[in-house]
């Protein structure tokens, strides 16, 4: 007890001081002072590690996010080519054994191009000839989607771009009666280039032939049937593997 308080009993009150008690207690308080002191400094220094804990852990999550959202769209990317790839799939197995090595199947008709570094340039009745010995005959242009094909073909094998050696004989050829297809109907659509068909020079010009030109419907000219060029047979393709 610091302070002690006494009644005399007449009338006074005595008050006296325990110094060396209120020492006690003051180093015992700044003992306990000092104690928190430390407690609330390493307190402090807990919730600063947290702190930084806390941003290096945010800062690794930003970066496993971001790795997740560029793995997603790998996943999608890999999945669309898979889809594809399924597709293309589907296309070989439909086109498969239907028609002979090197020739392109297009819905049921199976087509020959030849390539001008392996096969020399024919005159219009040589390479119906030639169409012939492959059990085919000159391609007969007579339907929009069919034109569009071949112009694509004969566009994409001829990159370097368009001459007049850079033509293809289709099955036409013109009469007295006027155009008409190997198999002897006369043509109802043409797909000539501007101009043509316009029998220039002094030869007559009686073949048509196909050329690589950037308008798929207007590919056709009419050209000397002497003239070398390639050509495009067509057949039909074998039916498909397991039907009727
Ligand atoms: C003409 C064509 C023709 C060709 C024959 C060109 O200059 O425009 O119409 O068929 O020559 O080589
Ligand atoms: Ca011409």
């Known amino acids: 007890m610091a302070v002690i308080i006494k009644d005399t009993g007449e009338g006074h009150i005595s008050l006296s001081l325990n110094a060396t008690g209120l020492s006690k207690e003051l180093l015992l308080l700044r003992a306990e002072h000092g104690r928190l002191v430390a407690a609330k400094n390493s307190l402090q220094q807990d919730y600063n590690q947290a702190r930084g804990d806390r941003s290096i852990l945010q800062a690794q999550i930003n970066r496993e996010k971001a790795q997740q959202d560029r793995m997603l769209s790998q996943i999608k990317t890999l999945e669309e080519q898979q889809k594809e790839q399924a597709l293309r799939v589907s296309r070989l197995e439909l086109s498969c054994n239907r028609c002979p090595s090197e020739w392109e199947v297009e819905k049921d008709t199976c ?54 050696i850079s033509g293809y004989w289709i099955g036409l050829s013109e009469q007295e009666e006027g ?62 593997a397991g039907s009727s």
Not at 136 to 143: E, G, K, N, P, R
Not at 147 to 155: L, P, S
Not at 185 to 190: A, C, D, F, K, V
């Open 179 to 240: 155009w008409h297809w190997i198999t002897g109907s006369l043509i109802t659509t043409g797909y000539w280039m501007p101009g043509e068909p316009n029998d220039y020079g002094v030869g007559a010009e009686d073949c048509a032939a196909t050329y690589p030109k950037v308008d798929p419907l207007q590919t056709w000219n009419d050209a000397p049937c002497s003239y070398p060029l390639m050509w495009i047979c067509e057949k039909n393709a074998t039916s498909l």
């Open 111 to 164: 087509y020959y191009f030849p390539t001008p570094a392996r096969v020399q340039r024919k005159g219009w009745n040589d390479a119906k000839a030639d169409c012939i010995t492959r059990g085919a005959q000159l391609v007969v242009i007579d339907t929009l989607e069919k034109q569009k094909f071949i112009a694509g073909v004969v566009r994409t094998r001829h990159s370097e771009g368009f001459n007049y």
